[in-house]
């Protein structure tokens, strides 16, 4: 063979051979590529106690277990990579790889994560499971990839239940004049103001230190959160109103989801539904252990009754036409008639 041909063939064989052995072109990885060995930095809001947390520990175990330790997931709790709306932005950039917010502050991102934010939506848990992890839920994730993310399922912040340090909240028209800090999401300012309360958006991060103040008067979460984050110690009056069931959605940067192989790609999917499932039933199980514990530690607790939950509907039900004709007519309509199979309507 002629020197020439000789040296075309060795220059095309060797780098051909480093694809093969180290999986990865310059920046990517081949589909068919051994694991490699990653830091997956991953970052939530709430702290350590809470189920949220818990969840990332069984994610972190389950992808340790599969990876043979070469995917090393390192939890972040209490925002200390930033709120929500921050990490989401970080994974967008490829700063960050993993962040689980609520659905709430991605409606600036993804519009429709926006029905998730209307009240009295889901009945019980079993509902919320259904409509998130069937094709409503999935058509959702489906438009995240665009912004540069990837949205591996849904895990529970749940119901949210509103405090505050004025008085009881056990009718409708008791939310008037409170000063509410919200999520950061048009359809909870535009709902409360309705109900003629003084609706605050901020980041997770600020209530406390809003509610120690007196900036605020009260602020809503799932009973969980109000224990994990001693919102008792400055909100005397917890009023069992339930008035919206909000998902958290586990997100990973689609920059450094496009970098992985599809065996890493299975093992976090995995993960992340088997940790999901997990977190929303320690999730669950929080819920009663969190409302005897806020009760023993003297916050007047009161519930709201179903008619007074009929008021609510009724009073921002042309804020919620205006929302789906918004957020998308028929996703809505597909989501009522997932709803009532569910309900065996
Ligand atoms: C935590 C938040 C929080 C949410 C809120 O990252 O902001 O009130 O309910 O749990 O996502």
Redesign the pocket.
């Known amino acids: 063979m002629k020197k020439w041909m000789n040296r075309l063939a060795v220059s095309l064989v060797i780098p051909a051979l480093i694809v093969t052995v180290t999986g990865c072109q310059s920046g990517g990885t081949s589909a068919n590529a051994p694991i490699q060995n990653r830091i997956i930095k991953a970052g939530?809001?709430?702290n350590e106690d809470h189920p949220?947390a818990q969840g990332l520990r069984k994610f972190k175990e389950i992808v340790d277990a599969k990876s043979n330790g070469k995917l090393k997931v390192q939890p972040y709790y209490s925002?200390q990579l930033g709120?929500?709306l921050k990490m989401t932005e970080a994974l967008k950039a490829g700063l960050q790889e993993i962040t689980?917010?609520?659905t709430?502050?991605l409606v600036g991102t993804v519009k429709e994560f926006g029905i998730f934010d209307f009240p009295y939506l889901f009945n019980d848990p079993k509902e919320a499971d259904a409509i998130l992890d069937g094709p409503v839920g999935k058509k959702i994730l489906d438009k995240l990839p665009e912004h540069g993310l990837i949205g591996l399922g849904y895990w529970e912040?749940g119901f949210?239940n509103l405090t505050n340090s004025k008085h009881p909240v056990a009718q409708a028209a008791d939310f008037r004049g409170l000063k509410i800090?919200t999520?950061?999401t048009k359809v909870h300012i535009d709902v409360f103001k309705a109900l003629g309360a003084n609706p605050t958006p901020m980041?997770?991060s600020e209530?406390f230190s809003a509610l120690e103040s007196k900036t605020v008067d009260g602020?809503?979460?799932?009973l969980p959160?109000i224990e994990s984050n001693k919102f008792n110690e400055v909100q005397p009056y917890l009023s069992l109103t339930e008035h919206v069931y909000?998902p958290?959605v586990f997100l990973v940067s689609k920059k450094f989801w496009d970098r992985l192989s599809e065996e890493e790609k299975k093992i976090l999917q995995e993960a992340a539904v088997e940790a999901g499932k997990f977190q929303r039933e320690a999730n669950r199980a929080q819920v009663e252990k969190s409302l005897a514990n806020l009760k023993a530690k003297g916050m007047k607790v009161n519930e709201f009754p179903d008619e007074e939950k009929k008021k609510v509907k009724e009073t921002i039900q042309p804020i919620l036409d205006r929302y789906a004709k918004e957020f998308g007519p028929d996703l809505f309509e597909e989501l009522n008639r997932e709803l009532q199979k569910v309900r065996g309507q």
């Open positions: 939530i809001g709430l949220q925002a709120d929500d689980i917010p609520s709430s502050p912040n949210r800090r999520l950061q980041p997770f209530v602020q809503e979460n799932p959160t909000t958290f």
